[in-house]
């Protein structure tokens, strides 16, 4: 079935760059998308990948996709403590239509 | 500005007491979500209407339901609530099934 898997925890120091993980079993996913979330609040969509595309940099955010391997990263560089937060990865627009699945979630601890 | 709105941001029920958890958006788009979200958990997919078209995920139990009278508005409906049920519950809007979604705050809902 479909599946999408993350590292639960990821602790950085502030300024160094942050690189969060994630694989995915759908083959056929359209998109891949990053989410972020802060405590107490909705998912905040901060990137997202087509599936032909293998980089996708905005800002600090890169986002880097091995389709072969399904493997999806964001890193992000000059990580600040407001980046702390979950981040989750997702894949969608499949042979499914309107599902999106999403991993558990990433949980980021950015040390002064 | 464009939003996805969810009223109340916490509700509190006692169990067995139905509850009503509303959703509206701005953005005019045709599909509207609800997720379910426990704790350390990815969002689940409840159901979702495409305007008005309701798709029900086979694993959303009865107890819950969702009304979309018009397009800037859902509901979800829980009509016997019990203690496994409190959650954050999300509200997303799409405009197409393919497209990337929007998240509102989120209600948390909590089971006395």
């Known amino acids: 079935g479909e599946d999408v898997e993350q590292s639960l925890f990821l602790s950085v120091r502030e300024g160094d760059s942050s690189v969060i993980n994630c694989t995915y079993t759908?083959?056929?996913?359209?998109?891949l998308y990053w989410y972020k979330q802060e405590p107490g609040a909705g998912l905040q969509l901060l990137t997202y990948?087509?599936?032909?595309?293998d980089m996708k940099q905005d800002q600090r955010l890169t986002v880097l996709l091995n389709k072969k391997d399904k493997h999806l990263s964001l890193r992000i560089a000059d990580t600040q403590t407001g980046d702390s937060a979950i981040y989750f990865c997702?894949?969608?627009?499949?042979?499914?239509?309107?599902?999106?699945?999403f991993g558990a979630g990433t949980r980021l601890f950015v040390k002064a | 500005d464009a939003m996805v709105i969810q009223n109340p941001r916490y509700q509190v029920t006692q169990f067995g007491k139905p509850v009503t958890l509303s959703c509206s958006q701005t953005?005019?788009?045709?599909?509207m979500y609800w997720y379910q979200q426990k704790s350390s958990q990815a969002p689940k997919l409840l159901f979702h209407?495409?305007?008005?078209?309701?798709?029900n995920e086979a694993d959303t139990p009865d107890n819950f339901q969702s009304r979309r009278p018009n397009t800037s508005f859902c509901f979800l409906d829980i009509r016997s609530p019990g203690l496994g049920d409190a959650a954050m519950y999300l509200c997303?809007?799409?405009?197409?099934?393919?497209?990337?979604?929007?998240f509102g705050p989120g209600t948390r809902l909590t089971v006395t």
């Open positions: 953005l005019n788009h045709n599909v």
């Open positions: 759908d083959s056929s996913s359209t998109y």
């Open positions: 209407y495409y305007d008005k078209d309701f798709n």
């Open positions: 997303a809007t799409s405009r197409g099934a393919l497209d990337e979604q929007y």
């Open positions: 997702a894949e969608g627009g499949n042979t499914g239509g309107f599902k999106t699945i």
């Open positions: 990948i087509f599936s032909n595309m």
